[in-house]
């Protein structure tokens, strides 16, 4: 055993519903009413890219027993577009990308000007990402500690604040040392050990992209990444806290079958010199330049096209909620599933330098292939349960409620997940 026995003791109780030896966290909810029992820590856990279905695969065993001893839904609907960036800061604000202003995972501010995944100063500027508040804010300012083993946004003083432990993001941390990293944390003295912890996992996502959803390499990406919830489970039982840490277990979207065959080439149908482009890929999106006749182009575009729809941001279908913010480019290209908007030269790039892909996501939030995963587990879940698919705004409530927060505005609707949560919780 890596510490004393005190501080497992300790430990335990602190976590325990009930202690009488810990002080209740002061919370917006609790502070005006009677003391309540600190919240047991919750964890909340991405894997990117996981489709709903891949569950079914026989390659996630640890996955799929926290899933029968807790809480699985059918599956949950990513927020459109279905992307990392957006999604992930969707499911830690309950507000629709729209609304919280990661609008994409490549964008223009008119203010702000780029942001790319790639731009770490960007992606470090909490002026992008102020538009939400995210869990760890509302729960670090109400006085829980706050740890995230990656997280788009963990790196923005965000508000001017930040998680009390967060890492920056770093691809070649395996997901064996992100678990450790958490259990590090949770190993932390009383006063610093966080109450929200998050944990992100990229090899299913990425092995998706490069192979395909269908390839062998995704279903070695499922085995690791079960391999380290394994360990996470392992050293959680050894805590003792597997029975009373609650585990949210989710991904940000799908992901679809996408060979390169399969790419429309935008400069045969608008002259790309006289737009400005933001993005590329699956949602591509354009605003006017000045001296060029936009309105041309957005008819042009606008037209029934085969392997792609294009609408003005005002024109969106509605059910996408999408095209209010500044940020949304004025002019829309989604790709059909399975399609990539791209032009010539960034093809030939992308062949040159090994990087054409056969999985892509982006694509109409509702299709099959872009459906995610839910999973919880823990004191708070029901055991055995299945819930129907709903969508991914709707997990926020449920984090507040089980940290005994105030959510901030949001878009999610708390009714819809109780049913997850055992009576009385
Ligand atoms: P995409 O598949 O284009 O939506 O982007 C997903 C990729 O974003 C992941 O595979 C990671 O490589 C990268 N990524 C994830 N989290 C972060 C982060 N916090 N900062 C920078 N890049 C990230
Ligand atoms: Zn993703
Ligand atoms: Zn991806």
Redesign the pocket.
């Known amino acids: 055993m890596k510490f004393p026995f005190r501080l497992l003791l300790c430990f335990v109780v602190a976590f325990s519903a009930g202690c009488a030896t810990q002080p209740p966290t002061p919370s917006a909810a609790t502070s005006v009413s009677a003391p309540k029992a600190a919240p047991a820590p919750l964890l909340l856990i991405s894997i990117?890219?996981y489709r709903a279905d891949y569950i079914e695969r026989n390659q996630s065993p640890v996955l799929a027993s926290l899933a029968k001893d807790g809480v699985k839904a059918e599956s949950m609907q990513p927020s459109f577009p279905s992307?990392?960036f957006p999604n992930h800061y969707t499911i830690v604000t309950g507000l629709r990308p729209d609304h919280h202003g990661m609008v994409n995972?490549t964008m223009r501010d008119p203010q702000l000007g780029e942001f790319t995944?790639s731009n770490r100063e960007a992606?470090a500027d909490g002026r992008w990402w102020a538009q939400g508040t995210p869990l760890w804010e509302t729960a670090g300012r109400s006085g829980l500690k706050t740890a995230t083993m990656?997280?788009?946004g963990t790196?923005a003083p965000i508000h001017d604040y930040r998680p009390d432990h967060w890492r920056p993001?770093d691809?070649a941390v395996t997901p064996d040392q992100r678990v450790d990293q958490v259990l590090e944390w949770l190993d932390l003295p009383a006063d610093q050990r966080p109450s929200f912890l998050t944990l992100?996992f990229?090899d299913v996502?990425?092995a998706g992209?490069e192979h395909g959803p269908d390839s062998p390499q995704v279903n070695a990406a499922l085995g690791k990444v079960d391999a380290a919830l394994a360990r996470l489970v392992d050293g959680l039982k050894q805590r003792q806290l597997f029975d009373h840490i609650n585990l949210i277990l989710v991904s940000d979207h799908g992901m679809a079958s996408a060979p390169a065959k399969n790419s429309v080439m935008i400069e045969k149908l608008i002259p790309l010199d006289h737009v400005q482009t933001v993005s590329k890929g699956v949602l591509a999106g354009f605003n006017p330049k000045p001296g060029y006749d936009f309105a041309k182009i957005e008819a042009k575009l606008e037209k029934p096209q085969k392997h792609m729809q294009c609408w003005d941001k005002t024109r969106v279908p509605a059910r996408f909620i999408y095209g209010n913010n500044p940020r949304v480019p004025q002019l829309l290209c989604l790709a059909n599933v399975g399609w990539h908007i791209t032009t010539k030269a960034d093809q030939a790039k992308k062949l040159k330098d090994g990087k054409l892909s056969l999985g892509e996501?982006g694509y109409d939030n509702s299709d099959p292939s872009m459906q995610a995963l839910f999973v919880a587990h823990g004191p708070a879940f029901r055991e055995g349960a299945q819930l129907p698919s709903f969508p991914n705004v709707d997990v926020y409530p449920l984090m507040t409620h089980l940290l005994q927060l105030a959510p901030a505005k949001n878009d999610g609707d708390f009714d819809a997940v109780k049913e997850a949560l055992k009576p009385g919780m």
């Open positions: 990117d890219g992307l990392t995972n995944l992606g990656f997280w788009p790196e993001y691809a992100y990229d996502d990425h992209h996501h």
